[in-house]
């Protein structure tokens, strides 16, 4: 068993070396270790795999090469999961030229519980045909085989002694595997002159009840005085839903021995965890200790989610509004308000708008107001309208008021421009129409004409019979429209109530799409076959 393993462990090697590099050839120079009882090689790999070991190509040069390929490569799902069984650990490998001549060496040793205690790194001597030292790893792991300490040594040839390197320590925040997080982790680097350790970099992380980092400060050697010395830090915190709420970074000022403002964001959400607010800060006021604000945004959304305000800011002392814009739906989702602002009033402390458009819709989805300012006047704050229609409608959504106006800029108001009346009769025919003009001085319309119309039946040649068997369904609608008792050698037009040409198409099709279509009633006109059918529906 142990020889089938040994030939599969040389096959994958030699693999992994025509990968990486087509001059190098790699083989086991003897079997791998038979370790019984041995804690999951899984957690170890994943210790090696870790992103946040920023030096581990010093602490483990080879392993990543070998180890993190092959260590698992035997074990089955079954094997991992049982108490008693053989599992496998490299010991040593060995690079070979294309020539066979040998290259280098790797050695590794473990403790009784299959944790990293060396790590051997030997170069071939050509001129005496022997391994010689290079290097060296020793390593301190706890219960779970994670690493706690390492240090790295390098063989002195003139004296044939190891001679410190470098040394990395680290403290766990938890006993969670699948998650790696930190108490502190330090470096250092070996004085030779003083025969003792300087450190690199040390770094201490904080957090919250519920596990989110909440602080990390990093620390340079104050060589001076033999000790850690302040650098920079960052700060976090979250909502109760985990969302990040503030992240920030200080730098350590020496001559004031305090922390200044580095740079800063600051978010805020809605009970949707919808974000309603972000800024960001990149610069520090000494004077006050206070932060600079650069750019800053704000969100609000109405109960179906729909985005009803968008605004933007700069800093000057103080937020001062770039941007904002302003939109509004009604309960089935028709866009009721479109505002756009663009500069902000210092004097006055408020927006200044650019366009606003302003809509309303009865119960069956026809527009009642239409509405458009394009103009903003500065000494009241307050919009300069352009035009405003106002429509009626029936049971039977036909058309019963139009009311035009327009802006009278000199007392800023609405002033009427036109408005019409209509009646229909029992066939849904128009039968009266009422025109009226605006009396400026009574501010009030003032009936102009009369019009009626009259109708005679005859017949056209239409039959009747398809307008019995064509029906539309569902009706009201609001994407697709199904149609019943037609053919398809035909074509279909469809108008709305203004007798406006929305949509045509030819060869009949049992389904049409009316999604692009604004809510309101329409007409359906079918020709097929030298007849023609009219029908109404309603889009929602």
Same mark, same amino acid.
């Given at each position: 068993?142990?020889?089938?393993?040994?030939?599969?462990?040389?096959?994958?090697?030699?693999? /992994?070396?025509?990968?990486?590099?087509?001059?190098?050839?790699?083989?086991?120079?003897?079997?791998?270790?038979? /370790?019984?009882?041995?804690?999951?090689?899984?957690?170890?790999?994943?210790?090696?795999?870790?992103?946040?070991?920023?030096?581990?190509?010093?602490?483990?040069?080879?392993?990543?090469?070998?180890?993190?390929?092959?260590?698992?490569?035997?074990?089955?799902?079954?094997?991992?999961?049982?108490?008693?069984?053989?599992?496998?650990?490299?010991?040593?490998?060995?690079?070979?030229?294309?020539?066979?001549?040998?290259?280098?060496?790797?050695?590794?040793?473990?403790? !009784?519980?299959?944790?990293?205690?060396?790590?051997?790194?030997?170069?071939?001597?050509?001129?005496?045909?022997?391994?010689?030292?290079?290097?060296?790893?020793?390593?301190?792991?706890?219960?779970?085989?994670?690493?706690?300490?390492?240090?790295?040594?390098?063989?002195?040839?003139?004296?044939?002694? &190891?001679?410190?390197?470098?040394?990395?320590?680290?403290?766990?925040?938890? !006993?969670?595997?699948?998650?790696?997080?930190?108490?502190?982790?330090?470096?250092?680097?070996?004085?030779?002159?003083?025969?003792?350790?300087?450190?690199?970099?040390?770094?201490?992380?904080?957090?919250?009840?519920?596990?989110?980092?909440? !602080?990390?400060?990093?620390?340079?050697?104050?060589? *001076?005085?033999?000790?850690?010395?302040?650098?920079?830090?960052?700060?976090?915190?979250?909502?109760?839903?985990?969302?990040?709420?503030?992240?920030?970074?200080?730098?350590?000022?020496?001559?004031?021995?305090?922390?200044?403002?580095?740079?800063?964001?600051?978010?805020?959400?809605?009970?949707?965890?919808?974000?309603?607010?972000?800024?960001?800060?990149?610069?520090?006021?000494?004077?006050?200790?206070?932060?600079?604000?650069?750019?800053?945004?704000?969100?609000?959304?109405?109960?179906?989610?729909?985005?009803?305000?968008?605004?933007?800011?700069?800093?000057n002392n103080g937020w001062i509004g770039l941007e904002k814009q302003e939109n509004a739906y009604d309960n089935t989702g028709n866009l009721t308000l479109d505002a756009y602002y663009s500069g902000w009033n210092a004097t006055s402390s408020s927006w200044i708008g650019i366009y +606003?458009?302003?809509?309303?819709?009865?119960?069956?989805?026809?527009?009642?107001?239409?509405?458009?300012?394009?103009?903003?006047?500065?000494?009241?704050?307050?919009?300069?309208?352009?035009?405003?229609?106002?429509?009626?409608?029936?049971?039977?959504?036909?058309?019963?008021?139009?009311?035009?106006?327009? &802006?009278?800029?000199?007392?800023?108001?609405?002033?009427?421009?036109? +408005?019409?009346?209509?009646?229909?009769?029992?066939?849904?025919?128009?039968?009266?129409?009422?025109?009226?003009?605006?009396?400026?001085?009574?501010?009030?319309?003032?009936?102009?004409?009369?019009?009626?119309?009259?109708?005679?039946?005859?017949?056209?040649? /239409?039959?009747?019979?398809?307008?019995?068997?064509?029906?539309?369904?569902? *009706?009201?609608?609001?994407?697709?429209?199904?149609?019943?008792?037609?053919?398809?050698?035909?074509?279909?037009?469809?108008?709305?109530?203004?007798?406006?040409?929305?949509?045509?198409?030819?060869?009949?099709?049992?389904?049409?799409? /009316?999604?692009?279509?604004?809510?309101?009633?329409?007409?359906?006109?079918?020709?097929?076959?030298?007849?023609?059918?009219?029908?109404?529906?309603?889009?929602?």
């Open positions: 068993m142990i020889m089938k393993k040994t030939i599969l462990l040389f096959v994958l090697l030699s693999i /992994i070396a025509s990968s990486t590099d087509a001059q190098i050839v790699m083989q086991v120079e003897k079997p791998i270790t038979d /370790i019984s009882k041995l804690d999951d090689s899984k957690m170890q790999l994943k210790m090696l795999r870790e992103s946040e070991y920023t030096n581990l190509k010093y602490e483990l040069p080879h392993q990543r090469l070998i180890t993190n390929r092959i260590l698992l490569s035997d074990f089955s799902n079954k094997a991992r999961s049982s108490t008693n069984v053989n599992k496998y650990l490299l010991d040593s490998a060995v690079t070979k030229d294309i020539n066979n001549i040998n290259v280098d060496k790797w050695g590794y040793t473990y403790d !009784s519980k299959g944790h990293y205690l060396t790590n051997y790194v030997f170069t071939w001597n050509s001129k005496i045909s022997k391994w010689r030292n290079s290097t060296r790893r020793e390593y301190i792991c706890d219960d779970y085989g994670r690493i706690l300490q390492s240090v790295g040594y390098a063989w002195d040839t003139i004296n044939s002694v &190891w001679t410190s390197q470098d040394k990395f320590v680290r403290e766990y925040y938890n !006993s969670d595997l699948n998650n790696i997080k930190y108490n502190f982790y330090e470096a250092y680097s070996w004085n030779s002159t003083t025969n003792s350790w300087n450190g690199n970099y040390k770094r201490i992380y904080t957090y919250d009840s519920k596990g989110n980092n909440i !602080s990390y400060i990093y620390f340079d050697w104050d060589s *001076n005085k033999n000790s850690w010395l302040n650098s920079y830090k960052y700060e976090y915190s979250y909502n109760e839903n985990g969302l990040r709420t503030l992240y920030s970074k200080y730098l350590w000022d020496n001559s004031l021995l305090s922390w200044t403002g580095n740079f800063k964001y600051e978010y805020k959400y809605n009970s949707d965890s919808l974000q309603t607010y972000y800024a960001y800060y990149n610069g520090w006021n000494t004077a006050t200790s206070s932060w600079i604000g650069y750019t800053r945004t704000d969100h609000a959304y109405d109960t179906n989610r729909n985005q009803i305000l968008f605004s933007t800011y700069s800093w +606003k458009q302003e809509n309303a819709f009865d119960s069956n989805g026809n527009q009642t107001l239409d509405a458009y300012y394009n103009g903003w006047n500065t000494s009241n704050s307050s919009w300069i309208g352009s035009y405003k229609n106002i429509y009626s409608y029936d049971s039977n959504y036909n058309t019963t008021l139009e009311e035009y106006y327009l &802006w009278d800029s000199n007392n800023n108001t609405w002033t009427g421009d036109n +408005k019409y009346t209509y009646t229909y009769n029992g066939n849904g025919y128009e039968q009266t129409s009422n025109n009226y003009v605006w009396l400026s001085t009574a501010k009030a319309w003032f009936l102009y004409t009369i019009t009626t119309y009259y109708y005679t039946a005859m017949a056209v040649g /239409i039959m009747p019979v398809i307008q019995e068997k064509t029906s539309v369904f569902p *009706n009201p609608a609001s994407t697709i429209i199904h149609l019943n008792g037609i053919t398809k050698d035909g074509n279909i037009t469809i108008t709305d109530i203004n007798g406006k040409l929305v949509r045509s198409q030819n060869n009949v099709s049992e389904s049409i799409d /009316i999604s692009l279509l604004k809510s309101g009633v329409y007409f359906l006109n079918i020709t097929s076959s030298g007849n023609k059918a009219s029908t109404k529906f309603i889009k929602k």
